[in-house]
């Protein structure tokens, strides 16, 4: 598995799978980041606790262009400043109440999160869309060792599902499972998007339980 560095974008999710004015967790090598879209569909990264009492941002609601802490109501807008506590309606919240921001941005149909200020844009993947993520009960020291995947040059991961090949990007998780998002051809009808996700999802039972033949995955 290729080592990332905190200057490194890595991908938390699929863009189709956070609609506007949701907010979910984002699960970073370092931990859980609130991630959360704007009715207007802009995207915010910030530290997953209130400033306020330390409830986790990322099980507030999002209105308009700001994110609710679910416990008191403080809210916050996209650069961190917070912009309300309903508690004291006619007080100008201090700058210093922040929460931190972290850069974010969507590529490919995917989102990308990076820690600090990032080198440049994300990767490209000419051709290749989204299939699905998903999360993988396994180490990533033990999934770089599987005979199920294939390495290209750039230490990147593929697999071939239900005939089509198939580019993971792997994200570790700091309880030593790994987050896989799965890439396919633009060009894959429905029909071969179902199949090679339900290949997938069959490769992840046999990971999960130790199985390592190249055979059972193809
Ligand atoms: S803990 Fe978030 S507003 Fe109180």
Do not use: N
Request: hydrophobic share 40%.
């Amino acid at each position: 598995m290729r080592p990332h560095s905190s200057a490194e974008w890595l991908p938390l999710m699929l863009s189709a799978d956070l609609p506007p004015m949701t907010a979910v967790p984002a699960l970073m090598p370092e931990g859980t980041l609130a991630l959360w879209r704007a009715e207007s569909g802009t995207l915010a990264l910030q530290a997953d606790r209130c400033p306020h009492r330390g409830m986790r941002l990322s099980h507030g609601f999002v209105r308009g262009e700001a994110l609710s802490c679910i416990y008191h109501g403080w809210r916050y807008g996209q650069t961190g400043r917070c912009l309300k506590i309903p508690a004291h309606p006619r007080l100008e919240p201090p700058e210093a109440i922040r929460v931190e921001t972290h850069a974010v941005t969507e590529s490919g149909g995917l989102i990308w999160g990076c820690l600090e200020t990032p080198a440049g844009r994300p990767p490209t993947f000419d051709g290749l869309l989204p299939l699905r993520m998903i999360s993988l009960s396994v180490s990533p020291e033990r999934l770089a060792t599987s005979e199920l995947l294939d390495r290209r040059e750039d230490g990147r991961m593929t697999i071939k599902l239900a005939g089509q090949d198939c580019l993971l990007l792997c994200l570790a998780q700091p309880d030593d499972s790994t987050l896989l998002f799965c890439l396919i051809a633009e060009s894959a009808s429905t029909d071969e998007r179902i199949a090679a996700s339900r290949a997938l999802e069959a490769c992840r039972i046999r990971l999960e339980a130790g199985e390592t033949g190249k055979e059972i995955s193809r």
